[in-house]
């Protein structure tokens, strides 16, 4: 069974920089949305980027301009530059990449930005 796979987050100061990827871990074919959410604590999951199947781009409010969201279809890899980090970006992120059968999410990984 196909999973994705989320790498890249950790412990980072105001004003750093991460880079998160989501990379599947088995053979799937027909992707179409990519996108990014992410979870603060205590609140809901919320939508922060997506990339669609010929690049296309959107971003919440609160991440445009310090985040960028990019995809590898080759790798079958979705990605998410974050820079200018400040505390309120500290959550658990998670990727969800839509097939033309369903959809899955990645497992979440934790960004937390703290001095």
């Known amino acids: 069974q196909v999973q994705f796979v989320e790498s890249g987050g950790g412990l980072v100061q105001p004003g750093g920089s991460l880079r998160l990827s989501c990379a599947a871990s088995?053979?799937?074919?027909?992707?179409?949305?990519m996108g990014w959410y992410r979870q603060p604590p205590g609140k809901q999951r919320e939508l922060i980027a997506t990339?669609?199947?010929?690049?296309?781009?959107t971003y919440a409010v609160s991440v445009k301009g310090r985040f960028t969201i990019s995809r590898d279809n080759a790798k079958n890899t979705v990605y998410l530059q974050m820079n200018s980090l400040k505390p309120e970006d500290t959550a658990v992120y998670y990727c969800?990449?839509?097939?033309?059968?369903?959809?899955?999410w990645g497992q979440g990984t934790q960004v937390t930005v703290s001095s």
């Open positions: 990339i669609s199947k010929d690049g296309s781009t």
């Open positions: 088995g053979t799937i074919s027909s992707i179409r949305a």
């Open positions: 969800n990449v839509q097939s033309a059968l369903r959809g899955y």
